[in-house]
């Protein structure tokens, strides 16, 4: 897919992974929404990245707030070609620890926004995907790019909820990929590995080097810039449908 003039929606676009993504897609000539529930943070990456960034407050386990916020899309810029979901949570938590078990609300509000959230904004995206002239000689409508995370595979301790609803989501690649096959919408997932996200920008330099080197190589923290990347290369190679792709610079999660 050439990218230029295309339309996405980017959820969890206001900050890190996915504000890099958008950045990323504005580069290469695109339209883009940002689906996030931080106003200030969305502001504030539209006058960054100028007028062709719009965004809407959007819950993603709503199903009304993402309609309502795909309608907003089309009314903006036409069309959906791009959905790419990094919206997410990993408030971490032990099965069974000092304070008793895990509130089951707890478990379920982490499955709720990173699996059945991403679940609800894709299959809206696709159902405006569909109504999309083909873009390609063989017929490609729209992509859609799911965040995973290596948790799916090598999960931490306090991560039962985080890991379960990340390996869910790598899990529904395949079948949604075959599921939107037909309609010419690929689906594909990035599964990152340690990323110097805002949130570890707020680590002592020290604690950062530590997390730096347990990464087989480079020796260092991802950067959002090299998920973005990744991200415009899946919209770009049409032949990539159905693949969960580990960017983690080969490290593999100790227990703790």
């Known amino acids: 897919m050439n990218l230029k003039d295309k339309v996405a929606v980017v959820t969890g676009g206001a900050s890190g992974l996915g504000l890099a993504t958008v950045t990323r897609l504005v580069e290469k000539g695109a339209k883009v929404v940002i689906f996030d529930l931080n106003e200030a943070k969305a502001k504030e990456a539209v006058e960054q990245l100028g007028e062709n960034v719009q965004y809407a407050i959007v819950n993603v386990s709503d199903e009304e707030s993402v309609q309502t916020g795909m309608k907003q899309v089309i009314e903006t810029f036409g069309a959906i070609h791009i959905c790419v979901n990094c919206a997410g949570v990993g408030t971490p938590g032990k099965t069974l620890g000092k304070k008793g078990v895990l509130p089951l609300e707890n478990f379920n509000k982490i499955i709720d926004i990173n699996l059945a959230g991403t679940f609800n904004v894709l299959r809206l995206a696709a159902n405006e995907m569909v109504n999309n002239e083909p873009l390609t000689d063989s017929g490609e409508r729209g992509v859609i790019i799911n965040t995973a995370s290596v948790a799916a595979f090598d999960g931490q301790m306090g991560q039962a909820a985080y890991g379960a609803s990340k390996a869910g989501v790598a899990g529904m690649t395949l079948p949604v990929a075959r599921d939107l096959s037909e309609f010419g919408i690929r689906v594909n997932t990035i599964a990152p590995g340690l990323?110097?996200?805002?949130?570890?920008?707020?680590?002592?330099?020290?604690i950062i080097k530590k997390l730096g080197d347990?990464?087989?190589?480079?020796?260092?923290?991802?950067?959002?810039?090299?998920?973005?990347?990744?991200?415009?290369?899946i919209m770009e190679q049409e032949y990539l449908n159905g693949e969960v792709i580990r960017l983690d610079g080969g490290i593999r999660m100790a227990p703790r």
């Open 195 to 206: 990323f110097l996200t805002p949130l570890a920008n707020t680590l002592p330099e020290h």
């Open 214 to 233: 347990s990464v087989e190589f480079p020796k260092r923290l991802g950067r959002p810039s090299e998920f973005a990347e990744l991200a415009t290369f």
